[in-house]
């Protein structure tokens, strides 16, 4: 039931990507930019890779770009504790535009989330062996610009390829999902949904206990901006 869930997500992604741009569009977009949902790479931790593990925490990093020459950085740091199968997390973060006018201010933003891993397949033989593990993860996020309050929704789908042995280890993922934003700005509200899309490598391995990702992230607008940035996580064993 769950996959076909999944299945009916995608679908609503790729026909909200295909359809005419509007103000909703552009509000979804804001929200879920300017939130950790789609400013920030998330940490493909325990959730993803399957691996089981305690209390854990991470540091978060993205670059967008606002035009020719000026960016917007953000940066977070947070938690993230098992909780049944999954593991929830919450991340505290700054979003940071760099303009030469000087008339970009930044602002606080925050999210919670719920990561889960739903099934693993096994593949290749002894020697080769990898499991392709399916995911789900679920996020709400805040954003407090001046102003303006922003609220943003998340769920997505992060397929990762997880090698089987000890040792530095390499995680390819691939993470499409739909979000959700509201803007609620002058006494005036707007809302709308998009698809997003991310992809990138885990390294497993490298130093015990910690997971570093580097990866790409886009929420689908027409003129919209991909995201760069990496991930750093700790995670305590189990």
Not at 22 to 46: C, H, K
Not at 92 to 120: K, N, Q, W
Not at 208 to 215: D, E, I, N, R, Y
Not at 228 to 237: A, D, E, K, Y
Request: charge should be negative; aromatic fraction near 8%.
């Amino acid at each position: 039931m769950r996959l076909v869930l999944l299945a009916m997500l995608l679908s609503a992604a790729l026909f909200r990507t295909g359809s005419a741009q509007d103000p909703s569009d552009l509000a979804a977009y804001r929200a879920l930019t300017q939130t950790p949902l789609g400013g920030l790479i998330a940490p493909n931790g325990p959730a993803v890779s399957g691996e089981p593990s305690g209390w854990g925490w991470h540091i978060q990093y993205g670059l967008r770009s606002l035009d020719d020459h000026e960016y917007i950085h953000t940066a977070g740091a947070g938690i993230e504790l098992p909780l049944g199968r999954g593991r929830i997390g919450f991340t505290a973060g700054a979003y940071l535009p760099d303009c030469s006018t000087g008339e970009c201010p930044g602002h606080f933003m925050a999210s919670a989330g719920f990561g889960e891993r739903l099934v693993g397949i096994a593949l290749g033989r002894d020697s080769s062996s990898a499991t392709l593990n399916i995911a789900t993860q679920l996020e709400l996020g805040l954003g407090f610009p001046s102003n303006a309050t922003l609220f943003a929704a998340s769920a997505t789908i992060p397929v990762a390829l997880v090698p089987t042995g000890n040792g530095l280890r390499l995680l390819p993922y691939l993470a499409p999902g739909l979000g959700s934003g509201l803007v609620s700005e002058n006494g005036e509200t707007e809302a709308g949904l998009r698809g997003q899309i991310g992809a990138g490598v885990s390294a497993l391995g490298l130093i015990k206990g910690f997971t570093l990702t580097a990866g790409i992230e886009r929420v689908l607008l027409q003129d919209g901006n991909w995201l760069v940035g990496f991930s750093f996580l700790r995670v305590s064993p189990r």
